[in-house]
């Protein structure tokens, strides 16, 4: 069975810092990944997804995530956070056979000026 | 491409009445997916639809419902609500050509009284 794990609860990092939110993922296959993102109110937003090819993934709003097969990682980077990237981001895990795509809990990015 | 549609946006009823939610997918987006989300259980998967056929199911009481028209439209459906239904229901839209990636919509907030 398939497990994702957002090691992060809360992340708060100032402004302009960089910022790295961490994802381990357990699967016995080949995966796809995704990071997604979600605002106050809002559903949720793909950021950015591995589905094959360079395991340096870009994203939009300037994000981006390398795949580590042998850590079974996908952790999202951003050089230097901007107060909006304030909201809670989400990994995502599905299988390249299958049709369920399991969730993390979700890790909440707090960005102080 | 229009995005996912949801509607109702907001949503108050009673505890024991039922409620029926709909979701438009991304035009030719055979496939659409149903998440549950409150801050105590986060993200939930609800069940999976692709071309009218359920393939995927979470762990909800029967109480939680869904279908897929032939138009890929899909409408979930509550009965006898529990003031633990209160949540903000997803629809996702989802390109199974592209990686299984989904798609989400704004979401209907439900408030059970």
């Known amino acids: 069975a398939q497990s994702v794990t957002q090691l992060d609860s809360q992340v708060p990092v100032f402004e302009e810092a960089p910022v790295e939110l961490r994802c381990n993922y357990s699967?016995?296959?080949?995966?796809?990944l995704f990071w997604y993102v979600q605002y106050p109110n809002q559903g949720l937003q793909l950021l950015l997804k591995?589905?094959?090819?360079?395991?340096l993934v870009k994203g939009i709003n300037g994000f981006e995530a390398e795949f580590n097969k042998s850590q079974t990682s996908f952790h999202l980077r951003k050089p230097s956070v901007h107060i909006s990237d304030t909201a809670e981001y989400f990994c995502?895990?599905?299988?390249?056979?299958?049709?369920?795509?399991?969730f993390g809990a979700g890790t909440r990015l707090f960005v102080k000026a | 491409k229009a995005g996912v549609t949801q509607t109702p946006r907001y949503l108050i009823k009673t505890r024991g009445q039922q409620v029926t939610l709909s979701c438009s997918p991304i035009?030719?987006?055979?496939?659409v997916s149903w998440y549950q989300q409150t801050p105590g259980q986060g993200l939930q998967f609800l069940f999976e639809?692709?071309?009218?056929?359920?393939?995927n199911k979470g762990n909800f009481p029967g109480r939680f419902s869904g279908r897929q028209f032939s138009n890929s439209r899909s409408e979930m459906n509550v009965s006898t609500l529990e003031l633990g239904d209160s949540a903000l229901y997803l629809c996702?839209?989802?390109?199974?050509?592209?990686?299984?990636?989904?798609?989400f919509g704004p979401g209907t907030r439900l408030l059970v009284l």
């Open positions: 035009s030719g987006h055979r496939s």
């Open positions: 996702a839209s989802i390109d199974v050509r592209g990686g299984e990636t989904q798609y």
């Open positions: 591995y589905l094959s090819g360079s395991t």
């Open positions: 699967s016995s296959v080949s995966v796809y």
């Open positions: 639809y692709f071309s009218e056929t359920q393939r």
């Open positions: 995502a895990v599905s299988d390249t056979g299958g049709f369920k795509t399991i």
